[in-house]
T-cell receptor
Framework: SAVISQKPSRDICQRGTSLTIQCQVDSQVTMMFWYRQQPGQSLTLIATANQGSEATYESGFVIDKFPISRPNLTFSTLTVSNMSPEDSSIYLC???????????FGQGTRLTVV | GENVEQHPSTLSVQEGDSAVIKCTYSDSASNYFPWYKQELGKRPQLIIDIRSNVGEKKDQRIAVTLNKTAKHFSLHITETQPEDSAVYFCAASNEFQGGSEKLVFGKGTKLTVNP
């Protein structure tokens, strides 16, 4: 099974600034996703990171706020732009290998905006 | 799009008892139903999954049942242990040849197993 490394694991940021979260997979994967998880809540899909093309965003999430890159089959970044306290959350990277539908998750990035 | 409802939101059982968590889905095209366990501060991890070509799957103390007609599936944990305490998420997606659509998650069930 794929191993996903995500960094940073946590950060405290000033409002108005941006944070880029990195997700590295130890093998090539077909699909990568970014989720947001508020404490005690479910996983909300932000977008599907597409290799070599623009990410596919879910309703309520826009590229200007959450730009995503996926330059190859093992790496993706999520940027949280112009942060406000409402962006405080856990952000999780996820990936699916090949034909498998099993989704693996990174350990998450706990973001606090002050 | 797909919508997944999960019940109950919290569940407390005594050690050794069984626990059942239920989910319903709305999209009849969904054919893949995984269950994830998330311990406090940890990442979600797949514990069992089922595809629509079977009605039940077991793995030791964990089983999942699927009723395609009624569009619901359930997680059954027998002989619960304190280490089963966690938040459990059900999910659904449409798996097709060569890939799958995104997973849609339920809201989660916080299971507490009391010693």
């Amino acid at each position: 099974s794929a191993v996903i490394s995500q960094k940073p694991s946590r950060d405290i940021c000033q409002r108005g600034t941006s944070l880029t979260i990195q997700c590295q997979v130890d093998s090539q994967v077909t699909m990568m996703f970014w989720y947001r998880q508020q404490p005690g809540q479910s996983l909300t899909l932000i977008a599907t990171a597409n290799q070599g093309s623009e990410a596919t965003y879910e309703s309520g999430f826009v590229i200007d706020k959450f730009p995503i890159s996926r330059p190859n089959l093992t790496f993706s970044t999520l940027t949280v732009s112009n942060m406000s306290p409402e962006d405080s959350s856990i952000y999780l990277c996820s990936a699916m290998e090949g034909m498998s539908t099993e989704a693996f998750f990174g350990q998450g990035t706990r973001l606090t905006v002050v | 799009g797909e919508n997944v409802e999960q019940h109950p939101s919290t569940l407390s059982v005594q050690e050794g008892d069984s626990a059942v968590i239920k989910c319903t889905y709305s999209d009849s095209a969904s054919n893949y139903f995984p269950w994830y366990k998330q311990e406090l501060g940890k990442r979600p991890q797949l514990i069992i999954d089922i595809r629509s070509n079977v009605g039940e799957k077991k793995d030791q103390r964990i089983a999942v049942t699927l009723n395609k007609t009624a569009k619901h599936f359930s997680l059954h944990i027998t002989e619960t242990q304190p280490e089963d305490s966690a938040v459990y998420f059900c999910a659904a997606s449409n798996e097709f040849q060569g890939g799958s659509e995104k997973l849609v998650f339920g809201k989660g069930t916080k299971l507490t197993v009391n010693p």
